[in-house]
């Protein structure tokens, strides 16, 4: 099985140009961390807060079970196995192989948001991004075609259920906490089983790590929302565009500011700056601003 999959990586990286590669690049960008938190930001600020906060669940839910199981079965990349494989992108190709992180995402997300708002065209151009985001890791020579298959398969089962936990659950703040912080302890016990002294050997489970600051700012970011701002979407559509705009603003702002700040090779902050991107972007902007038209409409009498 594994020569068989090795022999498909070859195939494709035999077949390649640097055009075609710089093309495939950019589709795989749609299963990309940055990607996703844009178009899971628009859903949150612009189109329904409730949809927003159940496709984030799901995502940083599917995150931590994808770099979980990586560290588990730590698997080695196609490009690592055979030496003769040159493979593209790989400075996007961080940790073990399988199962397969942008596969997972894209179909953690896409499926989610195809499958809440259930329209045709959505469950269309959703599938097409799955297959395609999942193909491209094949042919970049950075994932076998099982961590594929799996991460795609891993993403859906993860959507569905989280989904279900989410809707039996999102009825009452206390309800939908609890679920919450179960996830994070569910999770905790791998940073305990990762941890490595030398900070070169952590390097390989960076992604669990980060995955699960990220999910920590987002459990802050949820109790801060609702317990002391409590916005609607009940507002011009002007103001949802802009305060999404905004909110994008500012998390990109910190995860780049961030990144420039801090010196390289310290995993605590990046963690730090994982958190803080999710923390401020979808609560502390919110809070600062929620007196304001952006999260509070303002009636005006008609004369």
Known sequence: MRNFELNISRFFRSISTETLDKIVQILTFMGSQMVIIVLV???????????GEKIIYIALTSYGVNNALKGVCAVKRPFQVDPDIEAAGVEDA?????????????????????????????????????????????????HFLSDVVVGIS??????????????????????????????????????YFFYRPNANDMLVYRDFYISYAAYLGF???????????????????????LRAAIGIVIMIGVYLGLKFAFPDGYLILDMVRYFLVIF???????????????FKYIYKEVE
């Open 280 to 294: 401020i972007g979808l609560g502390i902007y919110p809070l600062i601003f929620k007196n304001t038209r952006l």
């Open 41 to 51: 930001a628009i859903i949150y600020f612009v189109l329904d807060k409730k949809a």
């Open 94 to 142: 961080t940790g073990y192989s399988f199962p397969s992180g942008h596969s997972q995402g894209a179909a953690s997300v896409y499926f989610s948001i195809a499958n809440h708002f259930k329209k045709t065209w959505l469950w269309i151009v959703a599938i097409a991004i799955i297959v395609i985001v999942g193909f491209t890791r094949i042919w970049l020579g950075v």
């Open 154 to 191: 891993l993403g859906i089962g993860v959507s569905l259920l989280c989904g279900l936990l989410y809707d039996n659950f999102q009825h009452s703040f206390k309800s939908k906490i609890i679920l919450f912080a179960t996830t994070l302890v569910i999770f905790a016990p791998f940073l």
């Open 219 to 241: 459990f802050g970011a949820v109790i801060i929302e609702n317990k002391l701002v409590k916005f609607t979407d009940l507002t011009t559509l002007g103001m949802k565009i």
